[in-house]
């Protein structure tokens, strides 16, 4: 069956760096864009960065750019996200998710997959 299982979670003071990976499984993973989507404390999803199939073309939100970057190994089915600076608003759960043709990140996260999530928190 499918299966994305983030990891890489947990605290790290401000300004401290986390990778966060996501193992893929179930699916032909080198076919799929990636998204990471990452949920804070009473908030609704928000979409954080993504990547295409091959690797080559990657976006990222505002809030995150600069000091964020995705990135895929498809010789072993995984999502990355390093994660640099990392600011107290970065605290969510993040979640990686596959979607087998583009979504923007303006419209409905319409994904055919999804992770559990791995908790970050940013806390001195």
């Known amino acids: 069956q499918v299966q994305l299982v983030e990891s890489g979670g947990g605290l790290v003071q401000p300004g401290g760096s986390l990778r966060l990976s996501c193992a893929a499984s179930?699916?032909?993973?080198?076919?799929?864009?990636m998204y990471w989507v990452r949920q804070a404390p009473g908030k609704g999803l928000e979409w954080v960065s993504c990547?295409?199939?091959?690797?080559?073309?990657?976006y990222y939100a505002a809030s995150v750019k600069g000091r964020f970057t995705i990135s895929r190994d498809n010789a072993k089915n995984t999502l990355y996200l390093q994660m640099n600076s990392l600011k107290y608003e970065d605290t969510a759960v993040y979640y990686c998710?596959?979607?087998?043709?583009?979504?923007?990140?303006?419209?409905?996260?319409?994904?055919?997959?999804w992770g559990q999530g791995t908790q970050v928190t940013v806390s001195s």
């Open positions: 179930g699916f032909t993973f080198s076919s799929y864009w």
């Open positions: 990547i295409n199939n091959g690797g080559g073309s990657t």
């Open positions: 998710a596959a979607v087998l043709r583009f979504v923007s990140p303006n419209g409905p996260m319409e994904y055919d997959y």
